[in-house]
């Protein structure tokens, strides 16, 4: 079955780095777009970055363009989210996560989430 499976969080102080990586199982990863979410204590759950099948082209929410880089590594089934200058709002839950189409409708996947969380 499908899993993601991510790794990487932890306390870090403001303006410190991080790498995510989420490793993908269950299905053929290089078929599809992957993507980053993340979600705040009583906030919802937002979109951070997107990155094509390929790998090609990828996409930034505003808050984080030119901090974060996502990639991946189709031979590893894996993804990843490199975050430099991190700030205290930064600080959430951050989940995997990738969407699929049949004829029957669309199917959202996640992951479990690994939690950010940027403080002095």
């Known amino acids: 079955q499908v899993q993601l499976v991510e790794s990487g969080g932890g ?3 403001p303006g ?3 790498r995510l990586s989420c490793a993908a199982s269950g299905f053929t990863f290089s078929s599809y777009a992957m993507n980053w979410y993340r979600q705040a204590p009583g906030k ?3 979109l951070v970055a997107t ?6 082209n ?7 363009q030119g901090r974060f880089t996502i990639s991946r590594d189709n ?5 990843y989210l490199q975050m430099n200058s991190l700030k205290p ?3 959430a839950v951050y989940y995997c996560h990738f969407s699929r189409r049949d004829y029957r409708g669309r199917y959202d996947y ?5 939690q950010v969380t940027v403080s002095s």
């Open 58 to 64: 990828t996409n930034y929410a505003d808050s984080v």
């Open 89 to 91: 709002e930064d600080t």
């Open 75 to 79: 031979t590893k089934n894996t993804v």
């Open 44 to 46: 919802e759950r937002d």
């Open 16 to 18: 410190g780095s991080l």
């Open 11 to 13: 306390l870090v102080q």
């Open 110 to 114: 996640w992951g479990q989430g690994t």
């Open 51 to 56: 990155i094509t099948s390929t790998g090609g």
